[in-house]
């Protein structure tokens, strides 16, 4: 999916990734290799390779095809792979927007916004997608009618560590299993993504928004969503957890009335595009 950068310039991207997730998703031999690659077995052992000590030679190489900025991350040797894709950013590279009426992104990503109509319906590259169906819960999908759905899509050489939202009591996290396919927008046309995924999720109760749900959904080659915190209160730009290796999305749900989201998303997403924002940035207000 294309999609407007930090500028405001549209960029029309087909990476070496798009073109091997196209032939997986849309080749009669690309989805017979690609079957195997789904199954959270297959995924898990893709972790603790990428977790080994040989692996971090694919460090460098992977800094340079991805065209990676490391300025922001302090400069220091990696174990492994998996320890440089979650590395931790340098203090005060992603500022949290200070107004505390604003609802933030809780990562670095290419992010979408939808409302959640009657029917609780929404669409994701020509795919309906139901409410219900994502959240296994007729009750949280009755709730969040009327509001609007925010996705927000990390590429790999995106920064893999996510924060809260918003603040206020967090609820237990709900975990879902599934396969990990990618999140990459080609498997949309053939696969329901986000209903086929594992995915965890938490409901935030806070004073200025409402209930906020927010979602960490698993990806192909990701065996872990990692969250750090269960069953408290959590503040608004604190860390919450990470993703180890692969394209991974965070889902931000609101409730009705509670939060407008910010025009350029609403705009860009209604035009077919996504919209490049980074973490603590605003995505809607009160």
Known sequence: MDYIDLDGKKIVEETGQDRLLTFLYTNKFGRMLLKPLVQPGISKLSGRLLSSFTSRHLVSPFIKKENIDMTDFPKRKYTSFNDFFTRKISEGARPIDPDQNALISPCDCRATVYPIMNNSNFSIKHTEYTLRSLLHSRKLADKFQGGYLYVLRLTVSDYHRYVYAASGRQSKQYRIEGSFHTVNPVANDYLPIYKENTREYTLIHTEEFGD??????GALLVGKIKNHKDSCYCVRGEEKGFFEYGGS??????????????????????????????????????
């Not at 906020?212 to 959904?217: H, K, Y």
């Open 212 to 217: 906020v749900l927010q979602m960490e959904v």
């Open 249 to 286: 999305t965070i889902i931000v749900i609101t409730e009705p009335g509670a939060v407008k989201p910010r025009e350029d998303l609403l705009a860009n997403t209604r035009n077919g595009f996504e919209t490049r924002l980074l973490q603590g940035q605003a995505i809607g207000t009160k």
